[in-house]
């Protein structure tokens, strides 16, 4: 909290040209955003590629990933290879990671999923993990998601921000269920000088239940 570079970076007692104490590991190309795993407190980073490969990576101590000599998976011992890719198929990509699901509310198979999206090709995904964090699926889940630049969890459902459209927006489990109603307010007039009457208006608001 000080802004000490701690004792146990795994640099710390040996650096040397091009090394710096701050360094916990490096071969990232351009990491867009990490969280850390519930119960394993595994560091799972999201991470932009340049042409061809979109990453997830564990972090590790002094792990190298191998930018810029590669990106994707590596033949190279020397590398650490990340956990899950997938191919620009020759367009565009910009992964953005990511948040566990640790809910009540969803399905049970959706328990310490990882979500992740895409800013440019517009979705969020999901994958399942084995316990030892082996990728064994990864499904379509959040389509038309406009730029997706951050994901979290929280309170049983899942938060994204999109920059296009300068929003923040919510997604729940609601199969069986009684849907929050969606509520509009506005006010009219804004501003003006005292004494100051204003008219304040719910239209707009709806329930997607109808009751």
Known sequence: KDGSIPSDNPFFNNPGPGVRKEIWCY????????????????????????????????????????????????SNSNFTNPVFV?????????????????????????????????????YIRRLTLSPTNEVLADEAWGTAADGPVNIEYFNNAIWWTSINSGQIRRITYAAGANRSPIAMASATPIAGLAPFNVTFSSAGSSDPDND
């Open 86 to 122: 997938y191919n620009h198929n020759g367009t565009g990509a910009s992964i953005t990671g990511g948040a566990f699901y640790t809910g009540t509310t969803f399905p049970t198979e959706y328990q310490n999923s990882y979500f992740y999206g895409d800013y440019v090709d517009n």
């Open 27 to 74: 071969g990232l190309r351009n990491p867009w955003r990490f969280c850390v795993q519930p119960g394993t407190n595994a560091l799972f980073i999201a991470d932009v590629g340049q042409n061809t490969w979109e990453e997830v990576n564990i972090g590790v101590p002094g792990a190298n990933y191998g930018w810029p000599t590669a990106e994707g998976q590596s």
